[in-house]
């Protein structure tokens, strides 16, 4: 049974930093990751998806990662701000097509 | 449509009450997926549906949980019985085909009394 744990489980940064966002999972047999952000009471917001065959993708200021002989993927966020501020969701995809998450990092980016 | 739909956004009900939750996808796309979170952790996976028919049911809790998707597209997942355990966040997730990128509407928030 796959399982997905995110570490830290809450972060705070002053704005500006860079910061990395760690996912790690336990069976590599997977078909891809993706990355998701949450604001309080909303729905999920893709980010990224990282198919098992790519080792990372980017989009504007986030770049994630996946090494799945590990078991691990990151998601590198580059000069942050305060918009930034969610929970950051990896999630696993299997061959059942079905998304297995983690709990999440909650960050908060600080003016 | 430009996003996944869900209806409705809130829904309170008393123990014991069935009720249906209505997710409408985005236009096109073939695979949709019902999902549930509880405060605090992360969405639990809970049925798959490629096109009309249930290709994974896996995560229904009980059989007090169904889904339908008679015509492909609009979904319907029925709760009968409610418990105040129902109690979450219930999400709805479309992709353009099995094993796409899955894109999620805002959830129906189910209270139990």
């Known amino acids: 049974k796959q399982e997905v744990t995110q570490i830290p489980a809450a972060l705070s940064v002053p704005e500006g930093e860079n910061l990395v966002l760690n996912c790690s999972f336990t069976d590599s047999a997977i078909y891809n990751l993706q990355w998701f952000r949450q604001d309080p009471g909303k729905g999920l917001t893709s980010l990224l998806l990282i198919q098992s065959s790519q080792r990372e993708q980017t989009s504007g200021r986030l770049n994630a990662s996946l090494d799945k002989s590990s078991g691990r993927s990151t998601l590198y966020i580059a000069a942050s701000q305060p918009g930034d501020s969610a929970t950051y969701l990896c999630a696993v995809g299997g061959g059942a097509q079905k998304l297995v998450f983690g709990q999440g990092t909650r960050l908060t980016i600080n003016p | 449509g430009a996003g996944v739909s869900q209806t409705p956004s809130n829904k309170v009900t008393e123990k014991g009450k069935y009720v249906e939750l209505r997710c409408d996808p985005i236009s096109g796309h073939t695979a949709l997926y019902w999902y549930r979170q509880s405060l605090g952790q992360g969405p639990e996976f809970l049925i798959y549906?490629?096109?009309?028919?249930?290709?994974?049911d896996s995560g229904l809790p009980n059989d007090r949980f169904f889904a339908v998707r008679p015509e492909g597209s609009v979904s319907t997942l029925k709760i009968q019985r409610t418990e105040r355990g129902d109690s979450a966040v219930y999400l709805c997730a479309s992709s353009l085909y099995s094993g796409a990128e899955q894109f999620f509407g805002p959830g129906t928030r189910l209270t139990v009394l």
């Open positions: 549906f490629q096109g009309t028919g249930a290709a994974d």
